[in-house]
């Protein structure tokens, strides 16, 4: 199960030596049901995760009024990058402090990057 991306899930083999309509009919609902209940499943845990993720970017911002906006990008391993435009330079040193305090609050985070407003684009 592992090998197709299926960990966390059993597989259960139902042998029927002839299956009716009704029956057939009555499994196929049964499995789109899971399927649509898994799907759901996974799609809250994505909104959540993203609501989560948009909380600690405004709570990243609040830490100094040089930055502009935090932008993360994280993987399916939880390992994050943080990209925070700056309004305007800020020394090295700060922003050393700065990265310090963010992976000491958000341990997960494993990169973060400055970028000044100029330089998006």
Known sequence: MAEYNLKGYS???VQVAQVNP????QLDRQVNN??????????????ERQQEQEK???EIEKLSPAISSVTAV???????ITLIELKKNISAKKKK?????????????N???FVQESEKE
């Open 11 to 13: 597989l259960n083999i």
């Open 22 to 25: 009704n029956a057939e009919n």
């Open 34 to 47: 899971i399927l649509n209940q898994r799907q759901c499943e996974q799609e809250q845990a994505n909104e």
């Open 56 to 58: 600690h970017n405004q």
């Open 74 to 80: 994280s993987d399916n391993k939880n390992k994050q």
């Open 97 to 109: 402090a700065l990265v310090k305090q963010i992976k000491e609050k958000y341990p997960n985070i």
């Open 111 to 113: 990169l973060v990057e």
